[in-house]
């Protein structure tokens, strides 16, 4: 069993940074493939980046690409999205999420979210214009 916190969202401005973390808890994460996903209102969940726990390996959803950063911390087993340059469409709720049978994070992403073995409870962004 993995328990995953997720915290650091809050309301920004059009531009600016947040730096969300994801806390995991109760088993190793070698193996997993480690993500965030968001969902805004009326929306459907979306992947926005992935990263292989043990290689590092990340993959992220184009519109994303430049502006968000995932890394990982082994020693304190904490996942994290830096986000820079934050628009409004950045908007929802973030997701952390753990996937052992997806092999990299593009698998993840391909699967959308399905194949996820642990979901975080999610920490609300919300970007003003």
């Known amino acids: 069993q993995v328990q995953l916190v997720e915290s650091g969202g809050g309301l920004v401005q059009t531009g600016n940074s947040l730096r969300l973390s994801c806390a995991a808890s109760?088993?190793?994460?070698?193996?997993?493939?480690m993500g965030w996903f968001r969902q805004a209102p009326g929306k459907e969940r979306e992947f926005v980046a992935g990263i292989s726990w043990s290689s590092g390996s990340a993959y992220y959803v184009d519109s994303v690409k430049g502006r968000f950063t995932i890394s990982r911390d082994n020693a304190k087993n904490t996942l994290y999205l830096q986000m820079n340059s934050l628009k409004p469409e950045d908007t929802a709720v973030y997701y952390c999420?753990?996937?052992?049978?997806?092999?990299?994070?593009?698998?993840?992403?391909?699967?959308?979210?399905?194949?996820?073995?642990?979901w975080g409870k999610g920490t609300l962004v919300t970007v003003s214009s």
């Open positions: 999420a753990a996937d052992r049978g997806a092999r990299t994070a593009q698998v993840m992403a391909a699967r959308k979210g399905y194949g996820v073995d642990y």
């Open positions: 109760g088993r190793t994460l070698n193996g997993y493939i």
